[in-house]
């Protein structure tokens, strides 16, 4: 099994000095420092990155040195660097190299549209005709289909609005413990009230920001990792990766293909929830945390938003969740975020995450969900 | 002198805005293997398949959520349920105040633009068909 020998980021927020590829290579010296390993070691690299321009990982390979390694980049919307971390795990899974390196980065103002196209599209083409179609549907920014979801999920158990915000409130509080983190001014759940609405009910901290950054994890083999001396080895036991079926409803996918995902790493691991000490989630929006913290198997349908009330899923609470802040607070520039949650799942499972330490932890995992129905599952754990 | 153009849908093939029965109508594929999807498909999300034909969806159907869109003016944005299994996403022709989930709702054609030769162009909506209360 791939093991876990550096982690590096670049804090997420606003860079106007760095290109993408200047994000990238910081991150990729952070992780080669933290490894104690040189550029050169490294056999192929997988980059990770959404409407960040053409091959960001060759431009970062560039910058690092030419050494003729395979780079591969791939954009899986938000899961880009999670796709990225798990093709570096198979690569040394496979006995094809030793030392496999997986790099995330994002730059705000770098998105295209869906479809590929800058601007608007040119009347009389497949995409303007696909625009006009979106108009008829009523367009909506990401936001709203969360909206959506958040008053039905309202409707259908009874919660309130402040449940969801008390995720927005705990998410803050562990991101003013991550110097990494973008979001690390205190929040009140007054301000989250009070704050501008994006799609009704939803208010901006309701949404995670927009941001820059970069972030890296290098993987060896268990020869390397002997070979290294590494102890504790951190392994990655499982890898799953699931795109949507009809099965559920266009308001349920991403949540059923949450429940589909995590079953398989589960079942790869020979774990279940309760082996489990701690979980990074895609947290974009923030009834995300409560709908997959039911779809992993952590709580009952219906029952996330007491969960979170009662302190379940923050730092000291049953199954801590967005220990660094979460996407809403640690910040989502797309292409890295993956890889910032294997970043801070490895500190915590070395004892290193400082004032945000969870307890104990041996066993973390990760969980990214992209736009379109990508949705990567990896679990951690210390030996 | 002029004539005014007839009305017609903004994209052809989405909705028709009079039906078999003269009323409004979302326009999906339904599959040999019974799967119905909207808009309408080529070849089958359930079964790959490519033995579809298009048919009209329920003139009236049932608010499952709903969201506002930004911008200047507020507008409602639904999701839809309908009989046959469908849910459809579109604009509804009511204040946020008056909308709530599990109102009926019928669908309505709606001028939302013209074409270049003056031609309304036409998309579909949602209207109450019940107060929100």
């Known amino acids: ?383 | 002198m002029s004539v005014e153009p007839a009305a017609k849908p903004m994209v052809e093939g989405i909705f028709t805005p009079a039906g078999s029965d003269g009323l409004a109508h979302l326009l999906c594929s339904r599959c040999a293997c019974g799967a119905v999807a909207f808009p309408a498909r080529e070849r089958c999300a359930a079964c790959s398949g490519t033995d579809l034909v298009v048919e009209e969806v329920p003139n009236e159907g049932t608010i499952y959520s709903w969201t506002t869109s930004p911008g200047r003016t507020v507008r409602v944005v639904a999701q839809v349920q309908f009989a046959n299994g469908l849910m459809a996403q579109g604009h509804v022709t009511a204040e946020p105040a008056a909308v709530r989930i599990g109102q009926r709702v019928r669908t309505v054609a709606v001028p939302v633009d013209y074409a270049d030769d003056g031609t309304p162009l036409l998309s579909y909506a949602f209207e109450p068909v019940e107060e929100a209360a």
């Open chain 1, 1 to 383: 099994m791939a093991i876990v020998v550096g982690v590096g980021m670049v804090p997420f927020g606003r860079h106007p000095d760095k290109t993408v590829a200047d994000l990238g290579t910081g991150a990729v010296l952070a992780a080669l420092a933290d490894a104690g390993l040189p550029w050169r070691a490294i056999e192929v690299m997988h980059c990770g990155a959404a409407g960040a321009g053409l091959t960001p990982g060759t431009r970062i390979g560039a910058q690092l040195g030419l050494t003729g390694i395979p780079i591969t980049n791939i954009d899986n919307a938000s899961a880009s660097g999670s796709s990225a971390f798990r093709l570096a795990c198979r690569d040394v899974d496979s006995g094809s190299v030793d030392i496999a390196l997986a790099v995330g980065v994002g730059k705000f103002g770098r998105t295209l549209r869906l479809d590929g196209g800058v601007g608007a599209p040119e009347p009389g083409t497949a995409e303007y005709r696909e625009r006009q179609i979106g108009a008829m549907q009523g367009p909506l920014p990401p936001a709203g289909l969360f909206a959506m979801r958040t008053r039905r999920r309202m409707y259908e158990f009874g919660s309130n609005l402040d449940q969801f915000a008390q995720v927005a409130v705990k998410n803050r509080k562990h991101a003013m413990l991550n110097p990494y983190a973008q979001m690390r001014e205190p929040m009140t759940l007054e301000d989250v009230r009070n704050a501008r609405v994006v799609a009704d009910p939803l208010t901006v901290p309701h949404c995670c920001p927009v941001g820059d950054g970069g972030a890296a994890a290098i993987v060896v083999s268990e020869r390397k990792a002997r070979e290294l001396g590494i102890a504790p080895a951190i392994r990655v036991i499982a890898s799953a990766f699931r795109t949507p079926t009809l099965a559920g409803v266009m308001n349920a996918q991403d949540a059923d293909t949450t429940v589909a995902t995590v079953q398989a790493a589960y079942e790869q691991a020979g774990l279940g929830p309760r082996d489990i000490d701690l979980v990074q989630v895609h947290d974009a929006f923030t009834v995300e945390e409560i709908e997959y913290c039911e779809s992993m198997g952590f709580c009952e349908r219906g029952s996330g938003e007491a969960a979170v009330e009662r302190g379940e899923l923050s730092i000291g609470g049953r199954i801590p969740f967005s220990t660094d802040g979460g996407l809403l607070s640690r910040g989502h520039p797309l292409g890295p975020t993956g890889l910032a949650q294997v970043h801070e799942t490895v500190l915590q499972l070395r004892g290193a995450a400082g004032q945000r330490q969870v307890e104990g932890a041996r066993t973390g995992l990760v969980h990214m969900v992209g736009i379109g129905g990508v949705c990567l599952v990896h679990i951690l754990q210390r030996e």
